[in-house]
């Protein structure tokens, strides 16, 4: 398909546990967000790629939280340890960049559930 | 304070009314502005961009008011697929760009 994939779709994990959430974006998108959803709340920026340049990992709420881009196209978020206030909706999206007219893409998500 | 503020609803209106919901930001830094739908258990989706001079697109209308810090979302002849989450970002431009969400208004459309 033509839109941004995310893997898996749900994930229950137990506590203490390592997940990785993968985020495959539209072909030719420079740019690559992750955010997560809690229920009922509206998005926390994660982490931002850009191209080859440096991420800009200032909403990483913890140092258990990871991610890579590899080839400037798929992106895998890791959080480590998982705790269950991790449970979430985590939202990846692409664009073009961090410009006056970006529009941002979004995949369905990866719901995690840490019991 | 939030940087971006919105009124969480929900608005529950009948079909055809008119309703408006403002989101207000509190950098005035910030330059680009957006509208984005997010239907139950689904992924945002852009609505639309909001202009300075203010932009129409069917039945929606989107406004910015630099001078108060808020722009505002107005919905006319209301469907009853209009009903879901619409969200406001902001982007604010300075030494480094951020992207901020609003937490949603909430819009369900009754029969």
């Known amino acids: 398909g033509a839109g941004v994939s995310q893997s898996p779709s749900n994930k229950v994990t137990e506590k203490g546990k390592d997940v990785e959430l993968r985020c495959d974006p539209i072909?030719?998108?420079?740019?690559l967000y992750w955010y997560r959803q809690s229920l009922g709340q509206g998005l926390e920026f994660l982490i931002y790629f850009q191209g080859n340049s440096a991420p800009d990992k200032s909403g990483l709420p913890s140092d258990r939280f990871s991610a890579e881009r590899t080839g400037g196209s798929v992106s895998t978020l890791t959080i480590q340890r998982t705790q269950q206030e991790d449970s979430a909706v985590y939202l990846c999206?692409?664009?073009?960049?961090?410009?006056?007219?970006?529009?941002?893409?979004f995949g369905p998500g990866t719901r995690l559930t840490v019991l | 304070r939030k940087e971006v503020e919105q009124d969480p609803g929900p608005f529950n209106v009948p079909e055809g009314a008119t309703v408006a919901f403002n989101c207000t930001y509190s950098n005035s830094a910030s330059q680009s502005f957006f509208w984005y739908r997010q239907d139950c258990r689904k992924e945002p989706k852009l609505l639309m961009s909001v202009y300075s001079s203010g932009n129409e697109d069917g039945r929606f209308t989107a406004q910015l008011n630099r001078a108060s810090q808020y722009i505002s979302l107005l919905i006319r002849d209301s469907k009853l697929s209009d009903s879901a989450t619409y969200l406001c970002v902001v982007i604010f431009y300075s030494s480094a760009s951020k992207i901020i969400f609003g937490s949603g208004t909430r819009l369900s459309i009754r029969p």
């Open positions: 072909s030719g998108h420079t740019a």
């Open positions: 999206a692409g664009g073009h960049g961090r410009g006056r007219t970006d529009t941002q893409y």
